[in-house]
């Protein structure tokens, strides 16, 4: 039998807002805002010049459960693209726009198999090879249950078996948990490749057969970093042959500047016009926090009359107007450890922060998280943002008493 090729994608997440994202001139702004379009724009246009079989999409399309009319008129018009190019797409939807969100209405051409709430199959025959695309539609926002068990288990060889689920690993605690599963579960349905979606990340949680996150197409914020992409899969019963494809139209990225030995003004700004120049060669348009590292004696007097503020405008106002964008969202300082030792004072207060645990955290920033104005602005905490936060108040910690 012969191979079969498709693109594996998922978390499209098409109109993201952008949130947290202040002050950028309006045509940085506007290439943030329609990054999402032009990231599956580059999907569609690979998929119209090399034909492959049939596309997966595995869920959260649309950013919303309201599935914006902007949003929703490009996916329909990329779809009748692909149905001029008689290239099928089963697609599923996610948390974020599960079947019972409100939304207008816009019909998609019979090329698009649109998996319903109850897990079902979608059989497609690919030059006399049948292939079994198994898999289901969010019909709500939270399915915390697992939904494995719904999949049946593979029982044709003669066929090649793939599943789609949009969900998390049941351990996996770093994003939130929607219908869980464990990698046994999955291996036990003999399926020749499972389609994943739901988690932002690239990865593969099994090679042999694979089981994919392909990560979202597009970054849509700072802690989103690096280059975003699909797969481009060619599957047989015998073997699998992947490729990442990258589509961010910007990427989110830190940049570090040693600042060993400056002690001028203008040499740090050539340091950092010179870092951020190599981030846009390398990554193209992107947004950036911009590490200034080992500060030491020297280069920290370059800090004691103008503040923080004060240097990220001017590194900006010298950004301005160069493309491909790459605009500075944040500028961090991190002080030469010489310059520093801790106290038993200190010791003790990073000991007990290096001891609480999650829910000691949420204890601690509760009046943050259950603000009717700010919590609908942050994503949930997770243990990575535990650690981010840990790392910065010990940090910041060290900092104050610098200054002091």
Not at 182 to 204: C, P, V
């Amino acid at each position: 039998m012969s191979a079969i090729r498709f693109f594996h994608m998922a978390d499209l997440h098409l109109d993201s807002p952008f949130k947290g994202l202040f002050g950028l001139p309006e045509q940085n702004f506007k290439k943030i805002r329609t990054s999402t379009f032009e990231a599956f724009d580059k999907i569609i246009q690979k998929a119209i010049l090399e034909k492959p079989d049939f596309l997966l999409i595995v869920g959260d399309i649309y950013d919303g459960e309201n599935r914006s009319l902007q949003a929703q008129r490009r996916f329909q018009e990329a779809m009748e693209k692909l149905f001029q190019h008689k290239i099928p797409v089963i697609l599923s939807y996610g948390n974020h726009d599960h079947l019972n969100g409100a939304w207008t209405r816009f019909a998609l051409p019979s090329n698009v198999y649109e998996l319903p709430a109850e897990t079902s199959v979608v059989q497609l025959n690919i030059r006399g090879q049948q292939v079994n695309i198994y898999g289901f539609s969010y019909s709500d926002r939270h399915i915390t249950e697992s939904m494995v068990d719904s999949y049946p288990v593979a029982q044709d060889q003669h066929v090649i078996h793939i599943g789609m689920l949009h969900g998390s690993e049941a351990s996996d605690t770093t994003h939130a948990v929607y219908a869980p599963f464990t990698k046994d579960q999955l291996l036990e349905k003999n399926y020749h490749y499972w389609a994943l979606g739901h988690i932002h990340k690239r990865q593969f949680l099994h090679q042999n057969p694979p089981i994919v996150y392909p990560g979202n197409i597009q970054s849509r914020h700072r802690k989103e970093q690096g280059i975003k992409g699909f797969y481009d899969v060619t599957l047989s019963q015998t073997s699998t042959d992947l490729e990442f494809v990258p589509t961010s139209a910007v990427v989110y990225n830190t940049v570090e500047v040693d600042c060993t030995n400056v002690f001028h003004a203008n040499e740090l700004l050539k340091k950092c016009e010179e870092a951020l120049m190599l981030n846009r060669q390398e990554y193209g348009a992107s947004v950036v926090e911009l590490h200034l590292k080992n500060i030491d004696e020297q280069s920290q007097s370059l800090f004691e009359h103008a503040t923080v503020d004060a240097w990220l405008e001017t590194i900006r106002e010298a950004e301005d107007g160069i493309e491909p964008m790459c605009w500075v969202q944040k500028l961090v300082l991190h002080q030469s450890s010489v310059l520093y030792e801790h106290t038993a004072a200190t010791e003790s207060v990073m000991n007990l922060m290096e001891e609480w645990d999650i829910s000691e955290w949420k204890d601690i920033l509760k009046e943050l998280y259950q603000h009717a104005g700010g919590a609908r602005l942050i994503e949930p905490l997770t243990e990575q943002d535990i650690k981010n936060l840990m790392h910065n108040a010990q940090e910041l910690l060290a900092e104050e008493i610098q200054r002091a």
